[in-house]
């Protein structure tokens, strides 16, 4: 009895070295034994050392059951809990502000906190301290605040409640708390807590149904199947029974890759059983259509797949972002050079004897690039299409078949048919009436056998699903026409094999489902089940599917589907040319192509297959490369079936989108996966290319010398043929070879074409494209926009990044910087969200920088009066709050509400974009118009306020004179009447919001001054400002030098806006003049008035002419309801109409 139990042991320590057999001669026990210390000494694996992501595998026990000799020390695998959030309590306060601080201007700023920390400066610290603090403060409390709430989230998922199998019964504990080879229960409609391997549902087949809506956007139902030995074990009490090891390969992201296998022992033997992703069960995917599951966790908490691709992504950064770092490098460039004269000057006067005497008192009182694209790349299926394929032809034996009225009717001459078979080319529906078909099968002509087999292999090859509740009774009974219409709903992850049942379905050959290892189909109500033996995954690289299937018959079939580049090569039989020119035709029609195919096995061939294909499958080190050898050696030797067209129709308002674009100045390049011919058609109905364009082609190139020749002759034809636009093809074979060795001489022939398509394409293929564009030497701004996964790749590319929520999944929504419902919103994001953002964040940069060389210049000027003593010229409040309260809310509102042109007309007049292009508003010629224009403005506040003064100070009527205080107050108040007056002459669109805060700030400084100068404040040591605005605003002079700088600044400002608008107007300046409406006459800035207006009236709107502005009180905007805008225009998301009574 003992030898058994060692043999166990043993066994459950070896699950991966051994075969057992029945133990009873005692030498064997000794051998067993020394092999089991060799194991347990030498095998590193088995001690358990290795910490999980230091070996490409892991040992799991189910069930946690391990060793029992004492001598195994089981890995360490971390805990269930997730954790989304980013701090702690601990780390807060020193990880925040390192982030906060590697900012380049929050540095600047903590740098200058510190120097007058730490020198005596006339200045106090909190000038520059509680600006800073207040901005750190601010973050920090929203980065607090959003973490807190990811707290919250991580803390309800982790304590949810779940059931888990321990001591031999059901034991319910928290989420948190389930361990690598626990097994856990789930039951319908729950969510799966960890990555679990299937065990066991409540069918005998071990089959659950489950939906990855949450993890890629699939609503469709997946099958999930749990090895035989296991399937059986559908109670707790079973399950305690089972003895079993798991080996799979350690955490890794990709939600589709899995590769493990499960040693059972039973009986002292062990069994082992490959796994693959149809074992395992993801956390984040939801159990449907059945009742309960078992399965044991081999992934927990942040290891997860789930957990591994919520990793945050590389930051992309602006071309705003880029311009302002460089004008925050020649503004320090300037602010050094400033602080090196006043140093040099001041030691050279200090030398000087008459000056030896202290010169001051030191205790004296992420869309930006969405406004600049220049090249934008799509994909096709999804994104220009809906995705929702329709089934319109087919090609069967070399003869072409077309559905119409739900009839598949032959386009000519049927060859070798009979009169007895008429019936089946009108209509393979009415086949029941057919007296060919109810004869014995040895009557029946092979042209009926191979249209019967061609259906087969549509309703046989494929991944479709179908709820079990429908199915119900389905299989008996005489079968209509119109059943599965009507009765039968599919699931399917690709739109193609749904349309394809379907479309099988209708024509007599119905998949009613699988039931076991069996997939059922009813062939006019007679049902027929075939035993499903091997399915062969579709991959990119093969770009075809297969099943080896019995027939009812006993016999051993392969069926196979794919791009008729992967099937037609493999094929030794059948219609093989008149295939591939159907195959054309149907391409030249937009129409989506696979081609069937089978192959018979004999016996001796199906072992061989068997025993190969389990060898790849349970293989750990180089599983994908060892199955991509078995399917070569599978697929091979075939006989060609036919083909089928499906038709994936383009989205609504295509054509006017991509023609938009071309009108803005932005290429399009297609980006797809479809053969050649396919993308040319959608290419020319979707007007990407159009019939006037020269098409160049670079296709079939075979080798570098020849892609080389083509690429000189397409360019010598573009040099030499007068046509405006050209349109090049080119093929990912081709691609391939011109980005090889021929770069340059590929991107030349690019740039001078308007359209160019990429086919046959891989995803990284896509990457390499738009990764060759953006480092070109124009450098230009990217945009890729897609809809299924194998656009992510791109998608994370460019400059900026579009996903589309369709039908293939949200992967490239999740990793895109933005999200839209529809191809066609691409137009608004772009042409209206991104033109706003551009003009308003333009603005704001450089008002930014203007507004802060107003108020440094005159300080800077100040020092040449007071021997460079550093003396102030400002109070340090004035200095504290100039940015923070005086000065800041006028430029906040306008960067979120301004709109300087009606968003109808930015989206009607595309070309209204090529204005923002290139970066224009931030060109260095606009950020030099902005500089002079701070300097000069603070020329004028400073000499201005002098020469007012002079050396007469006694501008008051008891003969009081002014002082350094007063001076510096007056300059100030100039200054903040003048930058505010500056922002509303930059204001075009206004509310009474802009109103309010304009109007609002400046009547704030009037008020804050008086009461902070007009009380004496008990907490304040010392008060240089007592009553000094009060003094200033009681003298008329003052008074009168206000009015007169602020007019002499804004004066210059506003002859330039009109000598600009009147010389020189640009296209937006062009378009906000023009009428949009014959009965409503429009003026620069959306101020749309009716008849019968004053002569006041007609001055007012000269006057919003040249300043270009207007009160939404006098506007009248006319749209219909049809009209493309949407209630929220600052929100890209926004997919509502407004309706047209509330404009």
């Known amino acids: 009895m003992k030898v058994p139990t060692l043999r166990v042991q043993w066994e459950l320590q070896l699950p991966a070295y051994t075969t057992a057999t029945a133990v009873a001669d005692p030498s064997q026990i000794c051998d067993l034994g020394w092999r089991l210390w060799q194991h347990q000494n030498l095998n590193p694996l088995s001690k358990g050392f290795d910490p999980p992501h230091q070996s490409d595998t892991r040992t799991i026990y189910i069930a946690n059951r391990f060793p029992l000799n004492g001598l195994y020390t089981p890995q360490k695998f971390i805990d269930n809990r997730i954790i989304s959030s980013k701090y702690t309590v601990w780390n807060f306060v020193p990880k925040n502000l390192f982030e906060q601080f590697r900012r380049v201007a929050n540095f600047y700023f903590l740098i200058i906190f510190l120097v007058q920390l730490m020198i005596d400066t006339p200045t106090s610290p909190i000038t520059s301290g509680l600006p800073l603090f207040f901005v750190i403060t601010v973050t920090a409390i929203k980065q607090g605040y959003e973490d807190w709430l990811r707290h919250i989230s991580d803390n309800e998922v982790n304590a949810a409640p779940v059931y888990v199998v321990r001591s031999g019964g059901l034991v319910k504990t928290r989420s948190r708390n389930i361990r690598?080879?626990?097994?856990?229960?789930?039951?319908?409609?729950?969510?799966?807590?960890?990555?679990?391997?299937?065990?066991?549902?409540?069918?005998?087949?071990?089959?659950?149904?489950?939906?990855?809506?949450?993890?890629?956007?699939?609503?469709?139902?997946?099958?999930?199947?749990?090895?035989?030995?296991?399937?059986?074990?559908?109670?707790?009490?079973?399950?305690?029974?089972?003895?079993?090891?798991?080996?799979?390969?350690?955490?890794?992201?990709?939600?589709?890759?899995?590769?493990?296998?499960?040693?059972?022992?039973?009986?002292?033997?062990?069994?082992?059983?490959?796994?693959?992703?149809?074992?395992?069960?993801?956390?984040?995917?939801?159990?449907?259509?059945?009742?309960?599951?078992?399965?044991?966790?081999?992934?927990?908490?942040?290891?997860?797949?789930?957990?591994?691709?919520?990793?945050?992504?590389?930051?992309?950064?602006?071309?705003?972002?880029?311009?302002?770092?460089?004008?925050?490098?020649?503004?320090?460039?300037?602010?050094?050079?400033?602080?090196?004269?006043?140093?040099?000057?001041?030691?050279?006067?200090?030398?000087?004897?008459?000056?030896?005497?202290?010169?001051?008192?030191?205790?004296?009182?992420?869309?930006?690039?969405?406004?600049?694209v220049e090249y934008v790349f799509t994909d096709k299926t999804g994104t220009l299409t809906e995705n929702e394929m329709q089934f319109r032809e087919c090609s069967i034996n070399g003869v072409k078949y077309q559905e119409m009225n739900g009839r598949l009717v032959s386009e000519g001459p049927t060859p070798d048919s009979l009169e007895g078979n008429s019936s089946y080319f009108s209509s393979i529906s009415h086949l029941a009436t057919s007296s060919s078909f109810r004869t014995s099968p040895e009557n029946d002509t092979e042209l009926i056998k191979e249209h019967d087999l061609f259906f087969k292999a549509v309703s046989l090859c494929h991944t479709v699903q179908i709820s079990s509740v429908q199915t119900d009774g389905i299989g008996d009974g005489p079968w209509q026409s119109n059943f599965a219409s009507s009765q039968l709903e599919y699931y399917a992850s690709s739109p193609d094999e749904k349309a394809l049942v379907e479309a099988a379905a209708r024509f007599g050959i119905v998949f009613i489902g699988n039931s076991e290892e069996t997939m059922e189909v009813k062939t006019l109500g007679k049902l027929e089940r075939y035993k499903l033996?091997?399915?062969?995954?579709?991959?990119?690289?093969?770009?075809?599917?297969?099943?080896?299937?019995?027939?009812?018959?006993?016999?051993?079939?392969?069926?196979?589907?794919?791009?008729?580049?992967?099937?037609?090569?493999?094929?030794?039989?059948?219609?093989?040319?008149?295939?591939?020119?159907?195959?054309?035709?149907?391409?030249?029609?937009?129409?989506?192509?696979?081609?069937?195919?089978?192959?018979?096995?004999?016996?001796?061939?199906?072992?061989?297959?068997?025993?190969?294909?389990?060898?790849?499958?349970?293989?750990?080190?180089?599983?994908?490369?060892?199955?991509?050898?078995?399917?070569?050696?599978?697929?091979?030797?075939?006989?060609?079936?036919?083909?089928?067209?499906?038709?994936?129709?383009?989205?609504?308002?295509?054509?006017?989108?991509?023609?938009?674009?071309?009108?803005?100045?932005?290429?399009?390049?297609?980006?797809?996966?479809?053969?050649?011919?396919?993308?040319?058609?959608?290419?020319?109905?979707?007007?990407?290319f159009h019939r006037t364009m020269n098409i160049l082609e670079l296709i079939n190139q075979k080798s570098d010398s020849e892609c080389a020749e083509k690429l000189r002759q397409l360019a010598r034809r573009i040099t030499e043929d007068h046509v405006i636009q050209h349109g090049l093809v080119v093929d990912g074979t081709s691609l391939s070879l011109a980005l090889r060795e021929h770069e340059k001489l590929f991107m030349e022939v690019c740039r001078n074409c308007s359209a160019v398509l990429c086919c046959r394409m891989a995803p990284l293929q896509k990457a390499k494209v738009i990764r060759l564009i953006k480092i070109s030497p124009e450098k230009p701004i990217t945009l890729a926009v897609g809809d299924g996964a194998n656009d992510v790749s791109m998608i994370q590319e460019a400059h900026?990044?579009?996903?589309?929520?369709?039908?293939?999944?949200?992967?490239?929504?999740?990793?895109?910087?933005?999200?839209?419902?529809?191809?066609?919103?691409?137009?608004?994001?772009?042409?209206?969200?991104?033109?706003?953002?551009?003009?308003?964040?333009?603005?704001?940069?450089?008002?930014?920088?203007?507004?802060?060389?107003?108020?440094?210049?005159?300080?800077?000027?100040?020092?040449?009066?007071?021997?460079?003593?550093?003396?102030?010229?400002?109070?340090?409040?004035?200095?504290?709050?100039?940015?923070?309260?005086?000065?800041?809310?006028?430029?906040?509102?306008?960067?979120?509400?301004?709109?300087?042109?009606?968003?109808?007309?930015?989206?009607?007049?595309?070309?209204?974009?090529?204005?923002?292009?290139?970066?224009?508003?931030?060109?260095?010629?606009?950020?030099?118009?902005?500089?002079?224009?701070?300097?000069?403005?603070?020329?004028?506040?400073?000499?201005?306020?002098?020469?007012?003064?002079?050396?007469?100070?006694?501008?008051?009527?008891?003969g009081q004179m002014f002082g350094n205080w007063t001076f510096g107050t007056l300059v100030f108040t100039v200054m903040v009447i003048t930058v505010t007056a500056k922002m509303a002459l930059e204001?075009?669109?206004?509310?009474?919001?802009?109103?309010?805060?304009?109007?609002?700030?400046?009547?704030?400084?009037?008020?804050?001054?008086?009461?902070?100068?007009?009380?004496?404040?008990?907490?304040?040591?010392?008060?240089?400002?007592?009553?000094?605005?009060?003094?200033?605003?009681?003298?008329?002079?003052?008074?009168?030098?206000?009015?007169?700088?602020?007019?002499?600044?804004?004066?210059?400002?506003?002859?330039?806006?009109?000598?600009?608008?009147?010389?020189?107007?640009?296209?937006?300046?062009?378009?906000?003049?023009?009428?949009?409406?014959?009965?409503?006459?429009?003026?620069?800035?959306?101020?749309?008035?009716?008849?019968?207006?004053?002569?006041?009236?007609?001055?007012?709107?000269?006057?919003?002419?040249?300043?270009?502005?207007?009160?939404?009180?006098?506007?009248?905007?006319?749209?219909?309801?049809?009209?493309?805008?949407?209630?929220?225009?600052r929100s890209i998301l926004t997919l509502s109409t407004m309706d047209s009574s509330t404009c």
């Open 533 to 688: 033996l091997h399915i062969l995954e579709f991959d990119s690289d093969r770009r075809r599917m297969s099943v080896i299937v019995q027939a009812p018959s006993g016999e051993k079939l392969l069926f196979a589907k794919g791009a008729e580049s992967s099937i037609l090569p493999q094929c030794i039989g059948g219609e093989i040319e008149k295939t591939r020119i159907h195959v054309d035709e149907f391409a030249l029609k937009g129409l989506r192509t696979l081609c069937m195919a089978y192959r018979r096995f004999t016996s001796k061939e199906y072992e061989e297959i068997d025993r190969r294909l389990f060898e790849a499958r349970t293989a750990l080190q180089q599983r994908e490369e060892k199955l991509a050898d078995v399917f070569q050696f599978i697929e091979k030797d075939l006989i060609l079936l036919g083909a089928t067209a499906v038709e994936d129709k383009l989205q609504d308002k295509v054509r006017e989108t991509i023609e938009a674009l071309r009108m803005a100045g932005i290429k399009v390049w297609v980006l797809t996966g479809d053969k050649h011919e396919t993308a040319v058609s959608v290419s020319l109905s979707c007007g990407h």
């Open 180 to 372: 690598v080879g626990d097994i856990v229960r789930v039951a319908k409609d729950e969510v799966f807590p960890a990555d679990l391997v299937l065990l066991s549902s409540d069918r005998l087949d071990g089959s659950c149904h489950i939906t990855t809506a949450s993890l890629d956007g699939e609503t469709n139902l997946k099958t999930h199947v749990a090895v035989p030995e296991t399937a059986v074990l559908q109670t707790v009490a079973n399950l305690d029974t089972l003895i079993a090891v798991i080996e799979c390969q350690q955490p890794e992201a990709d939600l589709y890759r899995f590769m493990g296998r499960m040693i059972i022992t039973q009986q002292m033997e062990e069994i082992v059983r490959p796994l693959g992703p149809e074992s395992l069960l993801l956390r984040g995917a939801r159990l449907k259509n059945t009742k309960e599951i078992f399965g044991v966790a081999v992934y927990t908490g942040m290891e997860t797949k789930m957990a591994l691709n919520y990793k945050s992504k590389s930051q992309k950064r602006s071309a705003v972002e880029k311009s302002m770092n460089t004008f925050l490098i020649i503004y320090l460039i300037i602010l050094i050079s400033e602080a090196i004269i006043s140093t040099i000057l001041k030691y050279t006067w200090q030398a000087e004897e008459k000056w030896d005497e202290p010169w001051y008192n030191q205790k004296t009182e992420h869309q930006r690039n969405s406004s600049k």
């Open 800 to 958: 900026v990044g579009i996903g589309i929520m369709g039908k293939e999944g949200r992967q490239a929504a999740r990793n895109s910087d933005y999200a839209i419902a529809r191809f066609k919103f691409l137009s608004k994001l772009l042409f209206v969200h991104g033109h706003f953002y551009y003009i308003r964040i333009a603005t704001l940069v450089q008002y930014f920088f203007y507004k802060n060389v107003c108020f440094i210049t005159p300080q800077f000027l100040y020092q040449f009066y007071c021997l460079f003593s550093q003396q102030t010229l400002y109070d340090s409040v004035y200095l504290t709050l100039y940015n923070i309260c005086f000065t800041s809310l006028p430029i906040l509102i306008y960067s979120l509400l301004e709109q300087h042109i009606d968003p109808h007309v930015l989206q009607n007049k595309p070309t209204l974009y090529r204005d923002i292009s290139k970066n224009r508003q931030l060109s260095m010629k606009t950020f030099l118009y902005w500089t002079i224009l701070g300097f000069s403005h603070a020329f004028i506040f400073f000499f201005g306020s002098y020469f007012l003064i002079g050396k007469d100070t006694s501008l008051l009527g008891n």
């Open 987 to 1129: 204001t075009h669109f206004w509310t009474w919001i802009n109103h309010l805060v304009t109007w609002g700030s400046i009547l704030f400084y009037f008020i804050f001054s008086l009461f902070y100068g007009g009380i004496l404040w008990p907490f304040l040591g010392s008060q240089n400002m007592y009553f000094v605005f009060i003094e200033l605003l009681s003298s008329g002079s003052a008074w009168f030098a206000i009015i007169l700088m602020v007019v002499t600044c804004l004066f210059l400002d506003i002859v330039k806006k009109v000598f600009d608008r009147q010389l020189h107007p640009t296209n937006i300046e062009k378009a906000q003049l023009t009428e949009t409406n014959s009965s409503i006459k429009c003026l620069d800035s959306m101020c749309c008035f009716s008849e019968g207006e004053t002569a006041c009236a007609s001055v007012g709107r000269m006057l919003e002419r040249v300043i270009g502005r207007c009160s939404p009180t006098h506007v009248s905007r006319s749209w219909s309801a049809s009209d493309p805008f949407y209630t929220n225009d």
